[in-house]
């Protein structure tokens, strides 16, 4: 059985071997290399072509973020999970519009790491709580406009009105498919959650993709959230 072929980014060597040693442990992974700054991460992703990099925010010569935005032009099919000890949005949002598939905080249990790690490689996209949350408050909200049952006193804010504007041209069935994609869900999940055929999902998601100008997973959430939100 192949192996699934890992890179690590970190600046702190404890973090760098620490995950090396877990992972090597694990018969179906393998670190094929280690390194500790984001320039170093592109040339060895170039070397090894990973399957999975695992990448830390900040680093010295070039931030994760930036790395990642550099290795998912260059090889977009290559997953990035961010190494983060940090809960603030701006990286998280930052993270998905470059195309990372999801954020591992340091420090979390063995079986959390091992689970985000096959997660990621799976297709399910991992990411904060309070990041799904608001995403799929914001759905809701659209929804109960769209009825009037939205009073005056619960109107929405001007940043939420601009998040409703851009959810106008999905239907219900394509809000239902987003709000599955945002908890992380696989097109199987999804398919068994809403009653529909594997490829129907698929077709659906052609469909979101295009109706928002966007190519992937990852893009579909980042929509949602810009610099005006």
Same mark, same amino acid.
């Given at each position: ?40 991460? %592109? ?20 931030? *994760?973020?930036?790395?990642? =935005? ?11 999970? %961010? ?15 470059? *195309? ?46 769209? =009825? ?36 992380? =869900? ?21 469909? %979101? ?11 579909? %959430? ?8």
């Amino acid at each position: 059985m192949s192996k699934t072929t890992i890179l690590i980014a970190d600046d702190q060597p404890l973090i760098r071997d620490g995950l090396a040693a877990l992972l090597s442990m694990e018969e179906k992974y393998t670190v094929v290399a280690k390194t500790g700054d984001g320039l170093a991460a %592109i040339a060895q992703v170039r070397l090894h072509l990973p399957q999975l990099v695992l990448m830390d925010i900040h680093m010295p010569k070039l931030n *994760g973020l930036e790395a990642t =935005k550099q290795i998912k032009l260059e090889f977009p099919d290559i997953k990035v999970l %961010i190494l983060t000890t940090f809960e603030d949005e701006e990286y998280i949002w930052e993270a998905i519009r470059h *195309g990372a598939s999801g954020f591992l905080v340091k420090g979390v249990e063995t079986e959390k790491i091992l689970s985000t790690i096959q997660d990621c490689l799976d297709g399910r996209i991992n990411y904060p709580f309070s990041v799904q949350l608001r995403l799929a408050q914001a759905l809701q909200s659209s929804e109960q406009q769209e =009825k009037g049952s939205l009073d005056e006193a619960a109107a929405p804010s001007n940043s939420e009105e601009q998040l409703m504007e851009k959810l106008k041209c999905l239907s219900s069935q394509e809000r239902n498919i987003v709000k599955n994609l945002i908890q992380g =869900k696989s097109n199987q999940a999804i398919a068994s959650e809403l009653f529909l055929t594997t490829g129907t999902v698929k077709n659906y998601l052609s469909t %979101i993709y295009k109706k928002l100008n966007v190519s992937s997973r990852s893009e579909t %959430i980042a929509y949602f959230h810009n610099n005006d939100l």
